[in-house]
């Protein structure tokens, strides 16, 4: 069923659909809308999936439409393809009244919409992204960026696109485990205060929620998640960092697993430790703790360590993160339902302990 609303985030309006097959809801948007060339930026995996078929729809309508392709995987998200996205555009003959519509992943909707944001200072971007991850995270909010220096999204800046379509058809493609990863952000917004969502979980488990209307029920629910806490709080200064439960030792976990672990698979340990630590210091019961750590194993997730992983290089990145923050690591503890934000103590004792649960 399709579903379609408009946020609204500082004056800005983002149109935003979730359902199957949305290529041609994409067109009619764009013919509603005054403008020139158009750009499609996806990658060598994405586009013969689905965005060739994207493309052969926008051309039959719109004539010439100019086709990025770039290559496959995180290590691309950087500079240089910032810089050869750009040259293309400027060679292809793009001007201020071009859109450029991403197709594909986190890594694709960051890069896209980082590039539209600076290309003559801001051309309008459309997201059209292709994994769980990116439906109900990465393409909303307007966070956009690419890693440098060794540090992920260092450089990078806040841009909306004026509408996200979310076609739940893309995601029949995607490699084992990225179904997961997508789910453990949903679990997070589940676990940050939604008990819609968190009734949903409670009553699936990751095969029942592939059927199309539970699948997109969770999108819808999890977008429109995201979208109040940015409405409130676009540039994150305040409620945002609750969508970063998890986040603290989940990252920690996930660099030290030199990226073995895919990014939502960690943070499923975060969180797992976010109510571990949280029982420790009275916030939430172990009845609660033991609670969540089922609903998480439920979609395909772990909720300990690897043995592989070592308890110093889980240090070392959050110490590396708390530099980051001006040495002031606030924690997000889980309460039985919601979250709480305070100054870490004794985090080392908890992930010792954690650990040892491995
Ligand atoms: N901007 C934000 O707020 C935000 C939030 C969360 C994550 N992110 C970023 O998102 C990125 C991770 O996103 P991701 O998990 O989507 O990873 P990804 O973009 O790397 O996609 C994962 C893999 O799936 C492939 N793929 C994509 N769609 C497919 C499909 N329909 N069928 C088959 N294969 C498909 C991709 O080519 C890639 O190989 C990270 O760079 C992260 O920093 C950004």
């Given amino acids: 069923m399709l579903r379609q609303t408009v946020y609204k985030i500082n004056n800005k309006e983002i149109s935003v659909a979730v359902g199957s097959n949305l290529a041609n809801l994409l067109t009619d948007f764009l013919s509603k809308k005054r403008h020139g060339k158009l750009f499609l930026l996806s990658n060598e995996t994405v586009f013969p999936l689905w965005g060739n078929k994207i ?24 500079f240089e393809i910032i810089e050869s996205i750009l040259k293309q555009l400027i060679l292809e003959g793009a001007d201020r009244t071009s859109i450029l519509i991403t197709i594909g992943g986190g890594v694709i909707t960051d890069i896209g919409g980082f590039a539209a944001s600076i290309f003559l200072r801001g051309i309008p971007v459309i997201h059209y992204p292709t994994t769980l991850l990116a439906q109900v995270d990465a393409a909303i909010g307007g966070k956009t960026g690419v890693d440098f220096y060794g540090f992920k999204n260092m450089v990078g800046s806040f841009y909306q696109p004026d509408a996200i379509f979310c076609d739940t058809e893309t995601l029949s493609t995607l490699a084992a485990g990225q179904m997961s990863n997508g789910m453990a952000e949903i679990i997070k917004y589940a676990l940050i205060g939604n008990e819609e969502i968190y009734k949903i979980l409670k009553n699936n488990n990751s095969d029942s929620i592939a059927k199309a ?16 806490i940015v409405a409130a709080d676009e540039k994150e200064s305040g409620k945002r960092i609750l969508l970063n439960f998890g986040h603290t030792f989940g990252h920690a ?106």
């Fill in 55 to 78: 493309y052969k729809v926008l051309k039959d309508k719109f004539g010439v439409v100019g086709k990025i392709i770039v290559a496959d995987g995180e290590q691309y998200k950087n």
């Fill in 213 to 228: 209307s539970i699948i997109e029920d969770l999108i819808w629910k999890s977008m429109d998640t995201k979208f109040n």
């Fill in 253 to 358: 976990v996930e660099s030290a697993s030199r990226f073995s672990l895919l990014h939502g698979q960690a943070i499923a340990i975060g969180m797992a430790f976010a109510y571990f630590y949280s029982e420790m210091r009275g916030y939430a019961t172990k009845i609660r703790f033991e609670q969540v750590n089922r609903l998480i194993g439920r979609y395909g997730l772990k909720t300990t360590v690897p043995h592989s992983i070592k308890i110093n290089d889980i240090f070392t990145f959050m110490a590396k993160d708390k530099k980051r923050s001006h040495g002031n690591l606030r924690f997000i503890f889980a309460k039985n339902m919601g979250v709480a934000v305070e100054k870490a103590y004794d985090v080392k004792d908890a992930i010792d302990k954690f650990m040892d649960m491995g």
